[in-house]
């Protein structure tokens, strides 16, 4: 009976496919091959054991059902592996299995392909979210919205810009699942306290060479382990991921809001329904998935760090963690990466609600650019400041418009006729360099996700 909802509910199949038992066994069996090929090659063990352990090395032959099996019985599952291998290879080739190599040169390096495996997939993901945000970018770069800062209406801004900033932030994500990569997937094969002495003299060659077999960078150095500061980083990348992912989420939901319901989530009303007693409700349930889904990723970040510091060469406290958190956090970064492309693929926008909220504060997100423009004529910038300010005191508690309080100061048209006192009210032309942003932010993009 399924428990876990990454079982049935959260998840896509290619990554549950690279976390799946069958596929880690099959990773195992590759180090142990790669491993035997090595060591045929040096001439450490016969040619002839070492392809017939290539040959045998693979879930065709050795079956997860006999590892299970075994390790019942031996209660340790590179023991298990090793016999179960050693079982199917002819003739004694099954006597070189493992020959030099300890557990964690098998975990680690198998380890070190699942999570290539699964930071490539998450890459791409975060590629074609960027190309979502691109094109919406692109096709909003005008379209004027109020800013909001502390929850208040601020200045005008663009949803252009909304979107080129949640662009960049997903490209510095790439430059840090690059660097999580380089870091994190390296193949190990230096034994019991990292010094290869059961290779003996050829120790350094074996460990260079079953990297390379495998495609992955050799580990520097180590002790039985590759030092897991890689590994939380890889989980730190992902909770970094899954921050900025909520953070546009949680931007959709509160636009979604019914007083502000300026963009939102698509809504099938033929056949989705939005709660089970109030027919009218249109929920962003997807938002609020990848907003709840995200709060488990980060909060394995100080499970990730805590496994960094174990007792000398090596102790089993991070083993049993890392089942859990390593294909989590990788699984469920995954789903709400494909959420998010989901939900900002089908974004509906709301022109007349938008436009509407521009002009909410009946032109007190103007008073800025009323100073600037005082202070360009020849007033002091702290005397535009204090006047400007006493105006949109005025016009909130007069329940006016900031536009018709301006306009009846005499100290204000000293420096401006009513005609640039209207033009400067404008919140349409109060954009600044926004363009200029956006462009820069889309071109770079573009560079980037195109090599």
């Not at 423009?373 to 020849?378: F, R």
Request: aromatic share 6%.
């Amino acid at each position: 009976m399924a428990i876990h909802p990454i079982e049935f509910r959260y998840g896509t199949p290619e990554m549950k496919a690279v976390w799946e038992q069958e596929a880690k066994l099959q990773n195992m069996l590759k180090v142990e091959a790669a491993l035997a090929k090595a060591e045929g090659e040096i001439g450490l063990i016969p040619k002839e054991a070492a392809d017939e352990i290539n040959r045998k090395a693979s879930t065709e032959y050795v079956k997860q059902e006999r590892v299970d099996e075994i390790e019942r019985a031996t209660n340790h599952d590179i023991a298990a592996l090793m016999k179960a291998l050693q079982e199917v290879c002819d003739d004694d080739a099954g006597e070189y299995v493992h020959y030099g190599s300890t557990s964690n040169d098998i975990i680690d390096s198998s380890q070190s392909l699942q999570l290539k495996e699964s930071i490539e997939i998450i890459r791409a993901k975060v590629v074609k979210l960027i190309e979502v945000l691109i094109d919406l970018a692109e096709e909003h770069k005008d379209t004027v919205t109020i800013g909001r800062t502390h929850g208040q209406h601020a200045l005008p801004t663009t949803y252009g810009m909304k979107f080129a900033i949640y662009i960049d932030e997903l490209m510095r994500q790439l430059e840090r699942l690059d660097l999580t990569q380089k870091h994190v997937c390296v193949g190990m094969m230096t034994g019991a306290v990292g010094t290869t002495a059961a290779l003996g003299d050829q120790g350094y060659d074996i460990h260079m060479r079953v990297s390379e077999i495998l495609g992955l960078n050799p580990v520097q150095i180590s002790n039985q382990v590759v030092q897991r500061d890689n590994h939380a980083e890889f989980i730190m990348t992902l909770a970094n991921i899954a921050s900025t992912l909520e953070k546009m989420a949680l931007e959709v939901r509160n636009l979604q809001r019914t007083e502000i319901m300026e963009v939102g989530e698509k809504f099938d009303p033929e056949k989705q329904v939005g709660s089970s007693t109030m027919p009218h409700k249109r929920n962003p349930i997807t938002g609020e998935r990848i907003c709840g889904v995200s709060r488990v990723i980060k909060s394995y970040v100080n499970v990730a760090l805590a496994n960094n510091p174990l007792w000398h060469e090596r102790d089993l406290t991070n083993s049993s963690s890392e089942r859990i958190i390593l294909p989590e956090s990788a699984i469920l970064t995954d789903y709400i990466l494909n959420l998010s492309i989901k939900l900002f693929s089908k974004l509906d926008f709301y022109d007349e609600n938008i436009e509407h909220n521009l002009n909410l504060s009946n032109g007190l997100i103007m008073a800025e650019r009323f100073m600037s423009k005082l202070t360009q004529k020849g007033m002091g910038r702290q005397s535009a400041y204090a006047l400007v300010r006493s105006c949109s005191m005025d016009a909130y508690a007069q329940d006016t418009g900031l536009r018709e309080i301006l306009s009846q100061q005499e100290e204000i048209l000293k420096y401006l006729t009513q005609e640039e006192i209207d033009e400067t009210m404008d919140p349409h032309t109060y954009l600044g360099s926004s363009t200029k942003f956006v462009d820069n932010v889309i071109s770079r993009a573009k560079d980037v996700i195109g090599e």
